[in-house]
């Protein structure tokens, strides 16, 4: 006797750019707790949330944040100095306004050619943009208030960022920040309770499925993927582990001469 295949999953369940330079691009982020800049409404908005799917929610303990910044000038290692400054200013910035929470993680630079009318120049310019992430810590005690309150501070941080861009008005610097988004920083500490959590709902199909006298057993496992996760609100993550397996009929006992 036959069972058909069975595949069991555990489904889970504001940018600005300002003072960019001619000719240089910066990077985007996705956007998921709030909205890029807008005009002023009547009411406010009710956002759209969607159910989401997932087998175990936790709560996050760390908002990150992507980032970029552009530095420009003739030589590039002197562009590459004004962005390194121009980070370590944002990241102190970033541990007044958190108390001490945040943290930024360099990840990639990039150094482009901007073009210039030679006839009021020296040449042509470099443009060095640097991008990372921004990583502000959720202690597990707070509730959705006091992590409001980071994720506003971190926004006004921002604000100071870009505002003393575009008062430098001299187009060779620029700034790029997306939307801070609610994260587990080490997914893989709950592997165990979603392995186990996959294990529980195996087992009770199989027993709801399954003949007398034909038990169902797990065959054909292939090992577990990466863990997944979707953010749900300040104090919801979803998490999610892909299992495949096949449920099969027990073959009988050949028989012994």
């Known amino acids: ?9 555990l489904l889970a369940g504001c940018g600005g750019v300002s003072g960019a330079a001619p000719g240089s691009a910066l990077p985007s982020y996705a956007t998921s707790l ?25 709560r996050p303990d760390v908002l990150v944040l992507g980032f970029a910044l552009q530095q420009t000038d003739a030589d590039p290692q002197s562009a590459l100095t004004a962005a390194q400054t121009a980070v ?9 306004a958190t108390a001490g929470a945040s ?16 006839a009021e120049s020296d040449g042509d310019a470099i443009s060095a943009v640097v991008d990372g992430v921004i990583e502000v ?33 001299d187009g060779r610097r620029g700034a790029t920040f997306g939307q801070p988004r609610a994260e587990v920083k ?12 996959w294990l529980r709902r195996a087992r009770s199909f199989a027993e709801a499925a399954q003949a007398a006298s034909a038990p169902l ?3 054909d496992c292939a090992p577990p993927g990466a863990i997944e996760q979707r953010p ?13 397996c096949r449920l099969d009929a027990l073959s009988a006992e050949p028989k012994r001469d």
């Open 186 to 197: 080490e997914p893989e500490g709950h592997r165990a309770q979603l392995t186990e959590q």
């Open 217 to 219: 057993v797990l065959v």
């Open 34 to 58: 709030g909205s890029t800049s807008a005009s002023m409404p009547s009411a406010p908005t009710l956002p759209s949330r969607a159910a989401v799917q997932a087998d175990l929610v936790v």
């Open 137 to 169: 810590r959720l202690a597990p005690e707070l509730d959705f208030w006091a992590r409001s309150r980071l994720a506003a501070a971190v926004t006004q941080v921002r604000r100071e960022v870009s505002a003393a861009v575009n008062a430098a008005k």
């Open 232 to 244: 749900i609100s300040l104090i919801e993550v979803g998490l999610s582990l892909s299992v495949a």
């Open 103 to 118: 943290t930024v993680k360099m990840l990639g630079a990039s150094f482009t050619t901007v073009f210039t009318d030679k």
């Open 1 to 9: 006797m036959r069972i058909a295949v069975l595949a069991l999953s």
């Open 88 to 96: 370590e200013d944002l990241g102190r910035q970033l541990k007044e």
